[in-house]
C-alpha cells in the first residue's frame, strides 16, 4: 500500500513538472486554447491520449491488464458541462490547478475550495445522482459501442490525433504574437 502511494506521488510530482515546464498550467494558454487560439494544450492532451489509448489496449491485448470501461450517460455529461464552465472560469483543470499550487499561485487555491466543496456536495448528495443521472445504456468503450474491432479504431483514432497535431503545429505559428 505504501509503495503504490509512494509511486503515486512520484508520478504526481513528475506530471506537474511536466506540466509546469511546458506552459500548460498559464492562464493565458488555457483561455487561448478555449478561444481556440493557443493550441498547446490540445497537442499536449492528444500526444497523451495516442500513446496512453495505444498502449492501454496493447497491454490489453497482451492480457496484462483488462480494460473495463464505464458506461456513458447523463451524469458524465452534466459532469462534463460543470467540469468544462469552472475551467473556463477559473483558467485552470484540477491537474494544472494543483501546479499552480505548487507554484506559488494563491488564485488557485479558490479553485481547490471549489473542488472540494463540489466534491462534498456530491457526497452528499450520491443517491440522488445515482437515481436520476446513472444509466448503462451505451458502453463507454467506443469499439464495443460501434461493434468494430478495437485493433480498427486505434489506428484510426491515432492517425486523426497525429494530424490534429500536424495542423494545430502549423496554425499555432499564426497566434504566438497573442502569447
Not at 42 to 62: P, W
Not at 113 to 139: D, E, R
Request: glycine share 12%.
Amino acid at each position: 500500500m505504501i509503495l503504490k502511494i509512494i509511486i503515486g506521488l512520484i508520478v504526481g510530482f513528475i506530471f506537474g513538472y511536466t506540466l509546469q515546464r511546458t506552459g500548460i498550467t498559464k492562464y493565458p494558454r488555457v483561455m487561448g486554447m478555449l478561444l481556440l487560439k493557443d493550441f498547446k494544450i490540445l497537442k499536449f492532451m492528444l500526444t497523451a491520449v495516442t500513446f496512453s489509448m495505444i498502449g492501454f489496449y496493447l497491454l490489453d491485448s497482451l492480457g496484462v491488464i483488462t480494460l473495463n470501461p464505464k458506461s456513458l450517460d447523463l451524469g458524465k455529461l452534466v459532469g462534463g458541462l460543470i467540469f468544462g464552465a469552472g475551467m473556463g472560469l477559473l483558467g485552470y483543470c484540477p491537474g494544472t490547478m494543483l501546479s499552480r499550487i505548487g507554484e506559488g499561485k494563491k488564485d488557485a487555491w479558490v479553485g481547490l475550495a471549489g473542488t472540494v466543496l463540489g466534491i462534498l456536495f456530491f457526497a452528499v448528495n450520491i443517491q440522488f445522482f445515482k437515481t436520476h443521472f446513472k444509466s448503462k445504456s451505451m458502453s463507454g468503450d467506443i469499439s464495443e459501442a460501434l461493434g468494430i474491432h478495437p485493433w480498427i479504431i486505434v489506428p484510426v483514432a491515432a492517425i486523426i490525433f497525429i494530424a490534429i497535431i500536424y495542423f494545430a503545429n502549423k496554425k499555432v505559428d499564426d497566434f504566438k504574437q497573442n502569447f
